[in-house]
């Protein structure tokens, strides 16, 4: 495992504190801009896209999935925003990308090892375990909107995307994140609807890094919970390996120890 340090001691501030510097002001107005949406069509509108993300120094970037779960699931296409009122998606099942798949992910693992470029994501474990197959198995400058509001809106309980979006940015998505899960057809309306969430995304984005600043979070943010989830996406996607025997051995002793009580 890599060993993470920060160069400084992290403060770690009370759940009131974090609580209230978290607070928007009451009624506070929010402009949302509206996204449009295109489907990519050419290796090349990829490309531009992705040298967009290079110029603005941020991409948000979600997966649209097929698959009972993350670890053995399939990525059937990507969705991004680089730029506050426009998204896109790619099918990676369909052409012109059906021949190209390998050539995406180049893209997609050279994106992800950018330090220059921060990368918006929702739940950065799940996201990472369907990226493994491809071969990207870790990635700087994740900022992960789920981790964020977990550290920020410690008083909510529901940390699902359209939840997090619904409160912060005052707007309803289309979709539920659990309806990324067997979508069959990738051409139909959701997908769309999945690339506008990430339009919203983009906007979420630099909200909540604010706020984590704000909480004095950010570098729990950076140096605990974003190492500790890919550390997870590992364990999860590798398996842990665990001795039968010492097992058994510990099970025999505690059962001792409760006999010695009763």
Not at 142 to 154: P, T
Request: hydrophobic share 40%; aromatic share 8%.
């Amino acid at each position: 495992l890599k060993k993470f340090r920060s160069s400084s001691p992290v403060a770690i501030p009370s759940k009131a504190e974090a609580q209230k510097a978290s607070e928007p002001a009451e009624r506070e107005t929010i402009q949302v801009d509206p996204v449009s949406v295109e489907r990519i069509t050419s290796f090349d509108e990829f490309e531009k896209i992705l040298a967009s993300a290079q110029k603005s120094k941020r991409v948000d970037f979600d997966v649209i999935m097929q698959g009972d779960d993350f670890i053995n699931g399939h990525i059937a296409g990507l969705t991004l925003a680089v730029e506050p009122t426009k998204a896109w998606y790619l099918i990676l099942d369909a052409p012109p990308f059906s021949d190209q798949h390998q050539a995406v992910f180049q893209k997609i693992r050279e994106l992800f090892d950018s330090p220059d470029i921060s990368k918006g994501v929702y739940n950065w474990k799940h996201i990472l375990q369907l990226l493994w197959t491809d071969g990207i198995q870790s990635g700087t400058a994740i900022f992960d909107l789920m981790l964020a509001s977990h550290l920020i809106e410690v008083e909510e309980r529901d940390y699902s995307l359209g939840r997090i979006i619904s409160r912060q940015l005052q707007n309803e998505v289309k979709y539920h994140y659990s309806s990324k899960k067997n979508i069959l057809d990738c051409q139909s309306e959701i997908c769309e609807a999945i690339a506008e969430t990430t339009g919203l995304m983009w906007q979420l984005h630099p909200k909540l890094t604010e706020q984590l600043k704000q909480a004095g979070m950010m570098k729990i943010y950076q140096y605990v919970e974003i190492p500790l989830a890919e550390v997870l996406a590992r364990i999860e996607k590798s398996g842990v390996k665990i001795d039968v025997d010492i097992l058994k051995k510990i099970s025999v002793e505690f059962e001792e120890r409760l006999l010695s009580l009763s």
